[in-house]
């Protein structure tokens, strides 16, 4: 594999790596900054999502709609179907809670489950890719 294409893909999954941190960071505050943790689940699976479309040379448009990042990496690899499902449900938190006037506020329910979904999207595509494609 190309060395651009290794650091490239290397950079997406450190920071969706760095995403899952700052998600576990903000559900152990005192008290939780939970709103702040769903936005860091949804971006975590965002970027292994993009880590996994570089990969495979599949270009993608700035997006933060999980649909259409899974959309494309089911056409790739069918066999994530089951888990990308999960993952799409994470797509609101790219802008709920982010901004005042929202209706209600996360629970930490919701927080933690967006957690197990984030890390489940992260450690599949670690596992999918070959060991020169990630990070050290």
């Known amino acids: 594999m190309q060395p651009e294409k290794v650091a490239e893909v290397r950079g997406w999954l450190v920071k969706a790596k760095d995403d ?3 998600a576990e960071v903000d559900l152990g505050a005192v008290p939780p900054l939970l709103g702040d943790a769903l936005f860091h689940c949804q971006q975590a699976a965002e970027k292994a999502l993009k880590a996994f479309l570089t990969f495979h040379d599949c270009p993608f448009r700035k997006t933060h709609d999980l649909d259409v990042l899974a959309a494309s ?3 790739l690899e069918p066999g994530l179907s089951p888990l990308l499902l999960r993952a799409r449900e994470l797509t609101p938190y790219a802008w709920r809670f982010r901004y005042p006037g929202d209706p209600q506020e996360p629970t930490e329910e919701e927080g ?3 957690l197990a979904r ?4 992260v450690q599949v ?3 999918v890719l070959p060991d020169d494609a990630r990070p050290t």
Do not use: T
Not at 118 to 121: E, F, R, T, W
């Open 73 to 75: 990496c089911e056409e």
């Open 112 to 114: 933690r489950d967006a």
């Open 125 to 127: 595509v670690l596992r």
């Open 118 to 121: 984030a890390k489940d999207v």
């Open 20 to 22: 899952i941190r700052g």
